[in-house]
């Protein structure tokens, strides 16, 4: 195997499946811009200002992305994260930590997933290096707090900036989707699915099966997936940020449409063509008229929108937030429709956006003076509504906002 992993024979770690969805943050600017539309042209909103109580988990280090889940199978929702050169894991409720791998040659990864990649009953970790591009498995010992083990998954898709899970092939176990976003072979700016080896302890590397071809061009950000053309197979969408940092033309939002094995090239959709720092998308039916939506953020510019499914007519949400890297798509107010969440960079301020069901959205407040890269959805605290959990970056912290909802 090759060895990137010198470093990486550390601790490992088990806990009970509980999925973290990575979710983007965006922040809050001023009231006189912000649009909340629906097909029919809704009125503008203002927001509200009833902030989320928000609780430390770890400060020090600068954090781009942090999972949750019950990782040492105590029916409590404990939080990794990954900065310094270390992966710690957060105990709760008392978030003790326990650095479960040291690699000091890599000072984060720059997003991550957790699912039971070795199917023994207990949360696994996966992590990945943007350049060159480097995935990380790491097996949890069974109760969280023993020794986990590292492994590679893959070392040759490089430029990986967002990762996924779902059952890619229907084959009814999880499967990893990733961007391929530099221009480096083998799989240049393309998107890539890994399937779960059936042992995943004894193999070299994953397989992988690129499906967008070389024509994700502009560096590719964060996958969402879904199925998009409800035909009852898996599709993906992205964005590519354009801007002076990519080789190849960006500031898109696109689909790919899965093919009948997944295996092979899927076929691409254009959402919208002038997107300035695309980089979060979303399958969700925003409007509850039984067609797929789609929720966006540009998180290297400014704005949140959706686009109304199947012609992808675009609403804005708000238009002047300021660097909204990631976005939360999910019910935050129990109403039984999908709202949304972010933590701008640019604004330093965490808000959500209420849908009133017809793709009107209401913006509200969530906490100021906090910065982040990474935003997932979960229930922290067991209370039956969903809370938010922040890789806060040049914060310098891992917080989450307690939803008052419950």
Not at 167 to 182: E, F, M, P
Not at 249 to 276: C, H, L
Not at 278 to 284: D, K, L, M, S
Not at 368 to 376: C, F, L, P, V
Request: proline fraction near 5%.
């Amino acid at each position: 195997m090759l060895n990137p992993l010198s470093s990486f024979q550390r601790p490992r770690m088990k806990s009970h499946w509980m999925i973290a969805i990575s979710i983007a943050f965006f922040s809050l600017p001023l009231v006189g811009s912000l649009l909340a539309s629906d097909a029919g042209g809704g009125k503008n909103q203002p927001p509200s200002a009833v902030l989320w109580a928000k609780h430390l988990v770890h400060s020090g280090v600068r954090t781009v992305t942090a999972v949750a889940g019950d990782f040492t199978g105590d029916g409590l929702v404990d939080v990794i994260s990954d900065g310094g050169g270390k992966t710690r894991l957060f105990v709760a409720p008392a978030w003790t930590e326990i650095v479960i791998d040291d690699h000091p040659s890599i000072s984060h990864y720059i997003h991550s997933e957790c699912f039971d990649v070795d199917r023994d009953g207990d949360l696994d970790y996966i992590g990945a290096r943007y350049n060159p591009g480097l995935i990380v498995w790491l097996e949890n010992p069974g109760d969280g707090k023993g020794q986990w083990r590292a492994r590679v998954a893959n070392d040759l898709v490089h430029g990986i900036h967002g990762l996924n899970q779902a059952d890619v092939d229907g084959d009814g176990k999880i499967d990893l989707l990733a961007t391929s976003a530099q221009p480096t072979n083998p799989y240049p700016e393309s998107l890539v699915w890994l399937r779960v080896p059936e042992n995943p302890r004894k193999v070299e590397r994953w397989e992988v099966f690129p499906f967008a071809i070389q024509d994700a061009p502009g560096l590719t950000h964060y996958l969402g997936v879904g199925d998009i053309d409800g035909d009852g197979r898996i599709d993906a969408v992205t964005g590519a940020k354009g801007g002076p940092q990519a080789t190849s033309k960006g500031e898109w939002f696109a689909w790919w449409k899965s093919d009948s094995t997944a295996k092979g090239r899927w076929t691409k959709e254009i959402v919208s063509g002038d997107e300035p720092g695309a980089t979060n998308i979303h399958p969700v039916d925003v409007d509850n008229d039984g067609v797929i939506d789609l929720l966006a953020s540009r998180g290297h510019g400014t704005g949140v929108m959706w686009f109304k499914g199947p012609d992808w007519k675009r609403y804005m949400i708000d238009q002047v937030i300021k660097e909204p890297h990631c976005l939360a798509v999910a019910d935050l107010d129990n109403d039984g429709d999908m709202d949304a969440a972010t933590c701008a960079y640019g604004d330093r301020v965490a808000v959500w956006y209420e849908n009133d069901g017809r793709g009107v959205f209401k913006r509200h407040l969530i906490g100021k003076d906090q910065e982040a890269y990474d935003i997932r959805a979960i229930d922290m605290d067991s209370d039956g509504d969903l809370d938010l959990l922040v890789a806060g970056r040049a914060s310098d912290n891992v917080v989450w906002f307690e939803n008052p909802t419950n």
